[in-house]
């Protein structure tokens, strides 16, 4: 009988979210599932170093086929990123991924496996927010508009929202646009991110609001 103990726990995340069970005794090698990308099939291991939040994590083994919305939430224990569709499409699962140059992006945890971040610098929604000397917390100016302005109500895809904003004014201190093409600009940066209840008008409101109070966003400003 074969072992499958350790079959990767994205497979096990989705039966638990679907309610589905796949039987597998008639499967075929046609139905197979294909190896990744990486070609590793799901329960081998690779080697994975990260830097997450400021704070470096490994060298550990992870399983091939382990995303990284599962290490995260698993192995690191960071929950606040969230699982929503599980197939990349609302974006509520994606963190910040900085880059040697200054320059940043968005990545999906749900659909990109855990050693893909291997020798990554990564910001999650955890790490916005200060907490002093005193443990007063600080939050940051993205995610203190979001309150202000209403801009959530379930508030699930909040930390999505969080990081593809905080990516988009980054990105503007570094390449400011002009005053006439701001609304452009933050469509662009908000796009891919789904939010069910809102209707966006107050999440869009929430960071245009930070980008005219930020220094540098603006070409024009005076």
Same mark, same amino acid.
């Given at each position: 009988?074969?072992?499958?103990?350790?079959?990767?726990?994205?497979?096990?995340?989705?039966?638990?979210?679907?309610?589905?069970?796949?039987?597998?005794?008639?499967?075929?090698?046609?139905?197979?599932?294909?190896?990744?990308?990486?070609?590793?099939?799901?329960?081998?291991?690779?080697?994975?170093?990260?830097?997450?939040?400021?704070?470096?994590?490994?060298?550990?083994? $992870?399983?091939?086929?382990?995303?990284?919305?599962?290490?995260?939430?698993?192995?690191?224990?960071?929950?606040?990123?969230?699982?929503?569709?599980?197939?990349?499409? !609302?974006?509520?699962?994606?963190? @910040?991924?900085?880059?040697?140059?200054?320059?940043?992006?968005?990545?999906?945890?749900?659909?990109?496996?855990?050693?893909?971040?291997?020798?990554?610098?990564?910001?999650?929604?955890?790490?916005?927010?200060?907490?002093?000397?005193?443990?007063?917390?600080?939050?940051?100016?993205?995610?203190?508009?979001?309150?202000?302005?209403?801009?959530?109500?379930?508030?699930?895809?909040?930390?999505?929202? $969080?990081?593809?904003?905080?990516?988009? @004014?980054?990105?503007?201190?570094?390449?400011? $646009?002009?005053?006439?093409?701001?609304?452009?600009? @933050?469509?662009?940066?908000?796009?891919?991110? @789904? !939010?069910?209840?809102?209707?966006?008008?107050?999440?869009?409101?929430?960071?245009?609001?930070?980008?005219?109070?930020?220094?540098?966003?603006?070409?024009?400003?005076?």
């Amino acid at each position: 009988m074969t072992d499958v103990s350790s079959a990767p726990l994205a497979a096990s995340d989705a039966t638990a979210t679907t309610g589905a069970v796949q039987d597998m005794s008639g499967a075929s090698a046609a139905s197979a599932p294909a190896a990744p990308a990486n070609g590793k099939t799901p329960w081998e291991t690779l080697p994975v170093t990260v830097k997450v939040n400021g704070i470096s994590h490994g060298p550990m083994d $992870v399983p091939a086929g382990l995303m990284m919305i599962d290490f995260l939430h698993e192995t690191l224990g960071l929950t606040g990123s969230r699982l929503g569709c599980g197939q990349g499409i !609302c974006h509520a699962c994606v963190v @910040i991924v900085d880059h040697a140059d200054g320059s940043s992006e968005t990545v999906r945890t749900c659909i990109t496996g855990a050693n893909y971040f291997d020798g990554k610098t990564v910001r999650t929604v955890e790490g916005h927010a200060v907490r002093d000397t005193d443990e007063k917390l600080t939050l940051a100016p993205i995610q203190q508009a979001f309150l202000d302005h209403f801009s959530f109500q379930c508030g699930y895809c909040t930390p999505g929202f $969080v990081n593809a904003a905080t990516v988009l @004014i980054e990105g503007l201190k570094r390449n400011p $646009v002009a005053r006439a093409d701001l609304e452009a600009a @933050i469509t662009a940066g908000l796009n891919d991110q @789904i !939010c069910r209840c809102t209707g966006y008008v107050r999440y869009y409101e929430a960071v245009r609001d930070v980008i005219l109070r930020t220094p540098g966003c603006i070409k024009d400003a005076k």
